[in-house]
């Protein structure tokens, strides 16, 4: 299993932009899609995004779309989130991971995941 470490989280204003970062180590990334997944307090985790390994082709859940997008720099080995005109719904803890079958969401050794939290 490929081990992510995640950063780029933090407190933003509704409508405010953030770039979240994945980056792996002891794996090449690219060979494995790769998703990004998200949990909010009290509620089961979900897939954000979703980035395929040959072609780049990007996947996202409908509440993202025209917002965020997921892309990859396999020199640097690191999957990228951008993030704009965030909302509170958007406030949760954001992982990646690699995916198998998307929307689903893998059973993995999660990392510790990076903070998103919007408010005003």
């Known amino acids: 299993q490929v081990q992510f470490v995640e950063s780029g989280g933090g407190l933003v204003q509704p409508g405010g932009s953030l770039r979240l970062s994945c980056a792996a180590s002891g794996s090449n990334l690219r060979y494995f899609a790769i998703g990004w997944f998200r949990q909010a307090p009290g509620k089961e985790r979900e897939g954000v995004a979703c980035?395929?390994?040959?072609?780049?082709?990007?996947y996202y859940t409908d509440s993202v779309k025209g917002r965020f997008t997921i892309s990859r720099d396999n020199a640097k080995n690191t999957v990228y989130l951008q993030m704009n005109s965030l909302e509170p719904e958007d406030t949760a803890v954001y992982y990646c991971?690699?995916?198998?079958?998307?929307?689903?969401?893998?059973?993995?050794?999660w990392g510790q995941g990076t903070q998103v939290t919007v408010s005003s």
């Open positions: 980035i395929s390994s040959s072609h780049g082709n990007t």
């Open positions: 991971a690699t995916v198998e079958s998307w929307p689903n969401v893998p059973s993995y050794d």
